[in-house]
């Protein structure tokens, strides 16, 4: 199983970025996905997730701000950072799970960092 982020870097307050998650090694479109991100200092939090049939959520503090999207052909799953903050900089996780099949279905990646600062 391998899922690997890119995209990330530094970026002044009001721009874009665009993550991208590539995955290989489980069944892409049976897992829910999802971006997390961990701040220095705080706790890892669920800033995006879009579910097998392309429902999505958003943490509040990023909603009509960021998108996140999936392509089940080529694996992938991305996030569109629009009007970025210096309270997005963090590093940012791709996570792949099915918690109805238990905990050890829940796959990470590396993280990519983001860095927000003027």
């Known amino acids: 199983v391998q899922l690997v982020e890119s995209g990330g870097g530094l970026v002044h307050p009001g721009e874009s970025l665009r993550l991208s998650c590539a995955t290989s090694?489980?069944?892409?479109?049976?897992?829910?996905m999802s971006w997390y991100r961990r701040a220095p200092g705080k706790e890892r939090e669920l800033v995006a997730q879009?579910?097998?049939?392309?429902?999505?959520k958003y943490a509040d503090s990023v909603q009509g701000r960021f998108s996140i999207s999936r392509d089940n052909v080529k694996n992938t799953m991305a996030l569109q950072m629009n009007s970025l903050k210096p309270g997005d900089t963090a590093v940012y996780y791709c996570?792949?799970?099915?918690?109805?099949?238990?905990?050890?279905?829940?796959?990470w990646g590396q993280g990519t960092q983001v860095t927000v600062s003027s």
């Open positions: 090694g489980f069944p892409f479109s049976a897992y829910v």
């Open positions: 879009i579910n097998l049939v392309h429902d999505v």
């Open positions: 996570n792949a799970a099915r918690a109805d099949w238990g905990p050890e279905y829940s796959y």
